[in-house]
């Protein structure tokens, strides 16, 4: 008969999960095993503490609709999103455009725009054009690469959060051309507060972080025989692009919008200029870290039916 | 600028919180971040995999109801509970009898009887007896001290799972006398499976546990100016007490139920004898691992009002 205490109690787990047939699900389980218990020791968790996160976790799964995803919401702000985003990236045989988070605000099935049209077709706003190409890792430009491009408004504002979620604005999809370059307008996005009225927004607020991302596009890029890239721009200046409370900034994606800028294929515009670089392809995986919450939503439901 | 790769990432999140006034808040969720950085590094965990748990966490959260409590069976199928409930106990200055879950089924307000009285009302099964003493560390009984008893009955039911849940059978609280000697009667009871119609139960299964509980008797003692012990009685001979799948069994909680015990109160009945013993206070907080769903879910509820 085995006595459990505080230390024997992680070999006696391992063990129950020795037989777990899928060597990988038995890897992460261990690890994830291991790291939770020492997080317990580490803090000499207190029975009123342990209650306190389950009550926590309880309320973050409740707070999650086909709307919400509170669950990501909490990732990406303990900074495990963009650290899994940091491993993939890392993964990669040839260097590539950083990853950043998809967010909770990418949809599948945007209107496909010619290269040159705006994709800010209710919105308003300082009207700004958006350039460059998309290269391998040689630099050379891949033709019909596909861009989706998505953005808030110059309120912060998506159009989920805006307007009947049936509409679309200010997101689309364009293709390069023969040299993979491309160019498109919209209108300059302002930076925005995360859902603070659930469960992961008391906790921002208590401990005293602003709630704030930066102004940013994101951008999913893929051509066929490349690595898909999930990533955004940072438009340098704003004042949270050093404190981004979901960790999607680095330094390699903050751009400038350059109100003269002779090689901009929009003379008339304050334009960005950015060249995406894509890695040849290596094993699967969509590396999306963020998802639809409707999906993960739909996703459980059909496991519990 | 800073550059947020797999390794500069953890640091960038505690900076953020690290402006939280509450300084056990602080202490919490800084080792929280680099346990939790540290397991999705040590697995390499890829965008896939991470939206796998997001899943997980999210019908973890949403299977969740008044009568159900499927994060702090997640937590007792990790045996992080077990590791909490040793971690309380090794907090107290004097010796105790070691705590074990106090599980989703225990229920307040259960009835009192008299020393002597059967908590079997409208069970039926094998009759035992259950006695010995309450003492202090030093061996001196406690008078007057409050033991709650609950257990499922002989199919492995607990009242809440087999009639309607306003009827209470299979648990009740006694005083013990002058002497700190207390003596019941009950059933035998069998052990059961967790729930394994939810998340969980998906879990469990694909690390190809059993799911089994063995047989055991809940109990809740307490005493003015003693630390309260939330424990159980497990009952030698049953298959699974080596494997008990919440980790709640150790060495010292293993009982016997002896045919002829000449110093059993019950003669004519097999007997449990066991003697519990109370630490002197110290400090505050429960020592309650596990709690009842219903108002877990209220507090959740109303935090989000």
Chains 1, 2 share one sequence.
């Not at 306190?52 to 990501?72: H, N, P, W």
Request: aromatic share 8%; proline share 5%.
């Amino acid at each position: 008969m085995r006595a459990i205490d505080e230390n024997t109690i992680t070999d006696a787990a391992l063990d129950q999960m020795s037989a777990t047939p899928n060597p990988r699900l038995k890897q992460i389980m261990e690890a994830a095993v291991r790291h939770l218990h020492a997080f317990a020791r580490e803090v000499d968790l207190t029975p009123d503490e342990w209650l306190d996160g389950i009550k926590f976790l309880t309320s973050v799964g409740q707070a999650c609709t086909a709307y919400r995803q509170e669950f990501v919401l909490l990732s990406d702000t303990l900074g495990l999103s963009s650290l899994v985003n940091s491993l993939h990236d890392h993964r990669a045989t040839e260097s590539s455009t950083k990853s950043s988070l998809l967010g909770p605000f990418y949809r599948q099935d945007s209107p496909t725009f010619e290269l040159g049209q705006s994709i800010a077709v209710k919105a308003h706003g300082l009207e700004i054009g958006i350039y460059g190409r998309i290269t391998d890792a040689t630099g050379k430009g891949i033709p019909h690469a596909s861009i989706e491009v998505w953005q808030p408004d110059e309120d912060g504002d998506y159009d989920l959060q805006k307007h009947d979620p049936k509409e679309m604005d200010l997101r689309g999809r364009f293709l390069t051309d023969n040299d993979g370059r491309y160019h498109l307008r919209s209108i300059r996005p302002l930076g925005y507060m995360i859902p603070m009225d659930g469960p992961v927004g008391d906790m921002i607020r208590a401990q005293r972080r602003h709630g704030y991302r930066p102004a940013h596009i994101h951008f999913l890029i893929g051509a066929s025989g490349y690595r898909e890239v999930v990533t955004a721009l940072y438009i340098s200046g704003d004042e949270h692009i050093e404190s981004d409370t979901v960790f999607g900034v680095t330094e390699s994606l903050v751009c400038e919008v350059r109100d003269k800028d002779s090689a901009s294929p929009f003379k008339e515009l304050p334009s960005i200029r950015f060249d995406f670089t894509l890695a040849a392809v290596k094993g699967a995986g969509s590396g999306r870290v963020g998802a639809d919450p409707s999906q993960i939503i739909k996703k459980t439901q059909a496991a519990a039916d």
